[in-house]
């Protein structure tokens, strides 16, 4: 189940609120083609948006019962990339017009790390971006907590059920958050349900490579240098998988091929 909450941003006649929404993360009819889906449910609404129509609340959903994840064969969590609330792009506007760190973990973050600039090197005399201290919240939080509601639900069944995580991105994620509660994660950009679910039922196998860095946390993030490439430190996880720019798995294995050969190479530095 996929909640996204109301949310207000800054347009340049003024602000824009969207109400509050749920819907199921995947083409139903695509993905029936392959399983039988059996999902969170949100019964009832219990908000209301600014025009007092009824509107979802994330206190509405209600999470699959245990008994009902134990009686499963998978579970298949589809969620987005880390989406922050307000402006995303400029890093303002979610609780205001002051700046926030624009954050690629699905927690809240707060910027008072040991890297955080305390003032911006972008030239506006006028005003300071800086955002030290700031804390960003997540448009998809919600995301997290049904993964990690899953793992806690297939853990209780004592049952060996896998539990993928399957990410929609657009940019980073901190994968540090998800990958323990995951037996498997599959990432695509731009990919279609039937795509996933081709490659989770055996039918395709797995041949991307990831087109750009995964850092290994925030702190990372903000140490590295706008003006130089591959600079960061990237995720491992418990099978000891670093998420770097060109990395990527199939039923054999790390990829090694044509592209690999082209891709992985050193970073060019201005000498």
């Not at 340049?12 to 969170?40: C, H, K, Y």
């Not at 940019?171 to 081709?198: H, Q």
């Not at 290994?216 to 600079?231: G, S, W």
């Amino acid at each position: 189940m996929i909640f996204r909450p109301a949310q207000s941003k800054p347009v340049p006649a003024g602000r824009v609120t969207t109400p509050a929404s749920w819907r199921l993360p995947v083409n139903r009819e695509q993905v029936e083609m392959f399983v039988n889906i059996v999902t969170d449910d949100v019964p009832t609404l219990t908000d209301v948006d600014k025009d007092g129509k009824p509107m979802a609340s994330v206190t509405d959903i209600v999470r699959l019962a245990p008994e009902k994840v134990a009686a499963c064969d998978a579970v298949w969590n589809f969620i987005d990339n880390p989406i922050p609330m307000g402006n995303q792009r400029e890093g303002y506007g979610h609780d205001g017009d002051r700046f926030v760190p624009i954050s690629l973990q699905y927690q809240p973050y707060t910027a008072d790390g040991p890297h955080v600039r305390r003032h911006s090197i972008a030239n506006y005399p006028a005003e300071d971006h800086n955002y030290f201290g700031q804390t960003s919240q997540m448009f998809n939080g919600t995301d997290y907590d049904g993964v990690a509601y899953s793992r806690q639900a297939v853990d209780a069944s004592g049952k060996n059920i896998p539990v993928v995580t399957i990410v929609s991105e657009e940019k980073p994620t901190i994968f540090s958050e998800i990958e323990p509660f995951s037996d498997a994660i599959l990432v695509g950009f731009g990919v279609s349900d039937e795509a996933y679910a081709d490659i989770l039922m055996g039918n395709a196998e797995p041949q991307g490579l990831l087109p750009m860095q995964q850092p290994k946390d925030m702190d990372t993030v903000e140490a590295q240098l706008e003006d130089v490439p591959r600079d960061m430190e990237c995720y491992t996880d418990s099978e000891g998988h670093t998420y770097d720019f060109a990395y990527g798995l199939n039923w054999k294995g790390v990829i090694h091929d044509a592209r690999i050969a082209r891709y992985d190479v050193p970073v060019l530095h201005k000498k």
